[in-house]
């Protein structure tokens, strides 16, 4: 028999009990929290709470009167309490955690994974760096929580892909032509200036050179305007294989790739403009062709088509989007940076002006990094000078430490990056601390089997009654409920606070038992926590994309 997790079982013993105290039924969220205090109890609810104005009573007198309803149709629960204004507590029987153990091992891989996201498709785009530059740290931390949100909707069940949007037309892919093009005729002795706003980078001279040193002085007799056209091409394809590159080094495998100038060519930004016409949601004023997203919740209308008779960005921005539904997907997230928040309204705007749900389109925030070095912020990069490059995090700290540190905070709040704590081998180091804590697990079933002993099939659990044993396994237990709101929430940073305190806690439990010992009964009950322990800790690293490394 498949045995339900605490929450959903506790859950729906609190529905029951709503219903027959108060004919409450699929009328209320029942939230159930882990008390910071184990003598709380293992689950707590404030339910009661919730209730008291509409039921016009007591939250106690609520609780009491739930409790005395309440069936425990399994027998799981050991006590309740009600605490404070109206707290309820669950304490379930040890029994249920020792064979909730069990049930972690059976499942293996899929431990932690659920179906609730129903196969709906949905789609994140994060990174998307213009093809001009090298990619900095904001990109670095948009990669990893992009690619982890990714993992963790398909954990839950939606059928969920990764997308990179590629902005390789407009002013920007001519201004890194005419910046190449300089720096190319300098090196062949000619006197030629980069752009004042071109791209002053040393990143530039590298591509001037590595194209001098493929074809010569090829292109130095065009004019001035068909060399910086053509060596825009070149550079720009060489710009993208190498964003490319650095993402799969990075292990952010993308679905999608999409380019710009293939929409462009297509010219979908045309039909987009033709169906806001037909709608009537467009006007001229000034000479331009203006969308009337002030209508949708934007706090201004917004140009699609300037005086000079050109596209804006924004107008081939709604034409990528509505792209994307039209290839099926239900949900969009785009994960965009710091200086993007101006732009939501507005594209939400021209979402619900198509006819989609205004909620099928959620725009997160990726904030500032400030990578610090000796607890001094570190302000420039070597080799651009006004920007770090992801690079060169990724060769200093390793890939593991990045994607870690990277994800360990809330995306929408500024991360302060310690590459001296990022390159530690101690316990300091939070990556460091859980791959060590797998290291140690599987350090401890290669010693059992170095001993002769071998893990039995058919194990008596009830063996583990200490405190610190069945703490770990509690904190086992948690895991699907932190993939569930990790993926709910749209915050990967519950599941490396997850892995630092699985490892904590079974640190502590190793600290004070022996685990391989002369009582072979008890010594096999703790090699399947021990178990346990490593599936969980794998899984969770698997997820992440981080190495779970066997020693140390």
Known sequence: MKMLKPETYLREQIAKALAAAFQIENEVEILLERPR??????????????????????????????????????????????????FINFTLKPAFWQQYLLQILSEGERFGTSDWGGGEKVQVEFVSANPTGPLNVVSARAAAVGDVLVSLFNQVGFDAKREYYINDAGRQVRLL???????????????????EDGYQGDYVIDLAREILDEVGDRYAALSKEERAE???EVALAKMIRLHQSAMEQYRVNYDVWFRESELRRQNKHLQILETLKQKGLTYEKDGAVWFKSSEFGDEKDRVLI?????????????????????????KIYDLWGPDHHGYIARMSAAIQALGHPKDSFQVRIIQQVNMLRGGEVVKMSKRRGNIIEMQEVLDEVGIDAARFFFIMRKLDQPLDFDIDLAKKQTDENPVYYVQYAHARVSNILE????????????????????????????????YPEIISKAAKFLEPHRVTNYLMELAGTFHSFYQKHRVVSEDAA??????????????????ALDLLKITAPERM
Do not use: C, W
């Open 230 to 232: 053509k060596l825009a």
């Open 37 to 86: 205090q184990e003598n709380f109890g293992d689950y707590a609810t404030t339910v009661a709470l919730g209730l008291a104005k509409t039921l016009r009573n007591a939250p106690r007198k609520i609780a009491e009167t739930l409790l005395d309803h309440f069936a425990d149709d399994a027998g799981l629960v050991d006590k309740t309490s009600i605490d404070g204004p109206g």
């Open 447 to 478: 010693y059992a089997r170095s001993q002769g002993v071998e893990i039995a099939e058919n194990v008596d659990v009830s063996m583990l009654q200490q405190p610190e044993e069945l703490s770990v396994i509690k904190k086992l237990a948690e």
């Open 177 to 195: 032509g005419a910046s190449v093009s300089a720096r190319y005729m300098q090196l062949l002795g000619h006197d030629e200036p980069v752009p």
């Open 306 to 330: 300037t005086r000079e008779g050109e596209p804006t960005y924004f107008l081939v921005d709604i034409a990528y989007h509505e792209d994307k539904y039209q290839r099926g997907f239900q």
């Open 522 to 539: 008890l010594t096999q009950a703790r090699l399947k926590l021990v178990q346990g322990t490593k599936r969980v800790l794998k899984n």
